[in-house]
C-alpha cells in the first residue's frame, strides 16, 4: 500500500512540471448523422419532472446507451454541462443521454443518486424506442457526477438506494461505467484530510462526517462493491492528484476479479475534460474502453 501511495505521489509532482493550457471547448452541436431529442421526461416526483437530452445516431440497429451525469459540487450545473460528451459518443455510434438531476439546494443524497438511477431505468425501458440495447448500458460521471456513477456501479442491488422516479420493473444496473475525478471512499478521503466537512458536502448531506460517519459511508461506491459490478475505467486530471482517490476501490476490485483500468490526462486541472486538448484523446479512450467491455 505505502508503495501505491509513493508511486502515485511521484506520478503526480511529473505531471504537475508539465502544466497545459486549455485551448478551447469541444463542439455541444450534434454531428452530422446524429439526432437531438431534448427535454425527454425521464422521472417525476409530483409536479416536479425530471428531463434529459437524448443524441441517437441515425443508423439502424440496436447500440449501447450512455448516461451521461454532469459534475458542479453537487450544488450547480445542469444537463448542458457535459453536452459536448453526449454529441461526440452519438457520432461514435452509441445512444447517449445527457440528464438533469437533483441539486443539493433543492434535495440530499441519496435524492442525486435516485435520479440517476432513474435515468438508467429510463434508458432500458424506454430508449428501445430509440435504438438502445437493453442490455449494454454504461454511465459517464464527472467530479460529482463521477461520484454518483461510483454508486451506479456498484449499488444496483441495493433497495434502499434505488429510488421511486419511474420504470420500476427496469433495473438500474450498468454494464460499464467510467469516473473522471469521482469521490468513492468518502470515509477515507475525510480521514486524510482530518479537517471540516466541506460546504457542498454539508449541503449535499445535511450534516458533517463528525456528526454522521454512517452516510459517508452509504454514500461511498467502495462501500457496496460486490462481484456483480461492472468494468469501470478510472481517468483523473494530472495536476489532480491523480489516482490517490481510487486506490482502495481498485484493490477491491482486483480482489474481487472486476476489470478496471487508470489513466490520466496530463497537465490538466481538476475538471480539464470539459475542455481540449484534452477532449478529444479522453474520448477516443473511453470509446475504446466501451468498445471491450460493451461488446454484443
Known sequence: MKLLVAAFAMAASLFAADVVAPTGKPSEAAPPGVTLREDLVYAAYGSRELRLDLFTPNRQGPRPGVVVVHGGGWRNGDKLKFRAFCADLAGRGYAAACIEYRLSGEARFPAALYDAKAAVRWMRAVGPQYGVDP????????????????????????????????????SSAIQAAVILGGAVDLVSQHKADNGPTPPNALAFFGSSYADDPAIYAEASAVTHLDRDDPPTLFLDCGLDSPGERYIGMRRRLNELGIPNEFDVLPGGKHGCWNSQPWFDPMMDRIDGFFQRRLEP
Open 135 to 170: 442490455e449494454r448500458i454504461a454511465a459517464i460521471g464527472g467530479s460529482a457526477g463521477g461520484h454518483l456513477v461510483g454508486l451506479l456501479a456498484t449499488s444496483a442491488r441495493i433497495e434502499r438506494l434505488e429510488g421511486l422516479g419511474g420504470n420500476a420493473g427496469a
